[in-house]
Nanobody, 117 residues
Framework: QVQLVESGGGLVQPGGSLTLSCAAS?????MGWYRQAPGKQRELVAR???????VYADSVKGRFTISRDNAKNTVYLQMNILKPDDTAVYYC??????????????WGQGTQVTVSS
């Protein structure tokens, strides 16, 4: 069973930046970040395959960058130009399947990101 541990959340002002990290206990084909804001459904933020193919939510394109270090089994989310609407609990996730759109199999505990002035 793969364990995922997120870090890097916190409080930041609008327009600021934050970087999230997620360390996995094993190798996973697809890794990604999801978020859930109060009163809203969990949504995909970004995904990245082992080979570096990425998918981003339209709301974060141009502002967020997902990357991974396969040697460290770690995925990162660099968040720039943060907005109050980015406030949410961010969850790291991992999936074993190489097929596009496949569900994630492993989830982290989440880390709070709050964007507020």
């Amino acid at each position: 069973q793969v364990q995922l541990v997120e870090s890097g959340g916190g409080l930041v002002q609008p327009g600021g930046s934050l970087t999230l990290s997620c360390a996995a206990s094993g190798s996973i084909f697809t890794m990604g970040w999801y978020r859930q804001a109060p009163g809203k459904q969990r949504e995909l933020v970004a995904r990245i395959t082992r080979g570096g193919r990425t998918v981003y939510a339209d709301s974060v394109k141009g502002r967020f960058t997902i990357s991974r270090d396969n040697a460290k089994n770690t995925v990162y989310l660099q968040m720039n130009i943060l907005k109050p609407d980015d406030t949410a609990v961010y969850y790291c996730a991992g999936g074993r399947s190489s097929l596009p759109g496949s569900p994630m199999d492993y989830w982290g505990q989440g880390t709070q990101v709050t964007v507020s002035s």
